[in-house]
């Protein structure tokens, strides 16, 4: 039997106000969790216009302060939420990572949501090829 764990940070490992940012930004993302994956497209396209492209040092402070602010997208389950609020706040600061969603390229099914930074995917430990692309917000 396996178990799965929960990623903890401490939250005051984080600065106040990037705090605040980081819970703001992981309310945005609940609300936008629950649309479509078409809604949840177009309305990352919108914000991200006039981002430039965050790095991938940039891109995992941002995971970090989301995960140390919710529980929720510290979980195996909280990965639309936890990349959503993740590509939020770095937008916040002007920057956009490309968000994207795929499903696992061998069986059984399951799907996944994560940032990338340079090509890589942050904060993740699958290898590369182990998910498919469906689609991006670059």
Do not use: N
């Given at each position: 039997?396996?178990?799965?764990?929960?990623?903890?940070?401490?939250?005051?490992?984080?600065?106040?106000?990037?705090?605040?940012?980081?819970?703001?930004?992981?309310g945005?993302?609940?609300?936008?969790?629950?649309?479509?994956?078409?809604?949840?497209?177009?309305?990352?396209?919108?914000?991200?216009?006039?981002?430039?492209?965050?790095?991938?040092?940039?891109?995992?402070?941002?995971?970090?302060a989301?995960?140390?602010?919710?529980?929720?997208?510290?979980?195996?389950?909280?990965?639309?939420?936890?990349?959503?609020?993740?590509?939020?706040?770095?937008?916040?600061?002007?920057?956009?990572?490309?968000?994207?969603?795929?499903?696992?390229?061998?069986?059984?099914?399951?799907?996944?949501?994560?940032v990338e930074?340079?090509?890589?995917?942050?904060?993740?430990?699958?290898?590369?090829?182990?998910?498919?692309?469906?689609?991006?917000?670059?």
């Open positions: 039997m396996t178990m799965q764990g929960v990623v903890l940070h401490d939250p005051r490992s984080v600065p106040l106000p990037q705090r605040l940012a980081a819970h703001a930004a992981v945005a993302a609940r609300l936008l969790a629950t649309r479509s994956p078409r809604r949840i497209r177009g309305v990352l396209g919108l914000v991200r216009r006039g981002a430039r492209p965050a790095g991938c040092v940039e891109t995992k402070e941002a995971r970090d989301v995960v140390a602010v919710s529980l929720a997208c510290g979980g195996p389950e909280g990965c639309l939420v936890r990349s959503l609020a993740t590509a939020l706040l770095c937008r916040l600061h002007g920057r956009w990572p490309v968000w994207c969603l795929g499903v696992r390229y061998t069986a059984p099914f399951g799907a996944h949501a994560w930074a340079g090509g890589e995917a942050v904060g993740e430990d699958f290898p590369p090829g182990y998910f498919r692309t469906l689609f991006t917000v670059p």
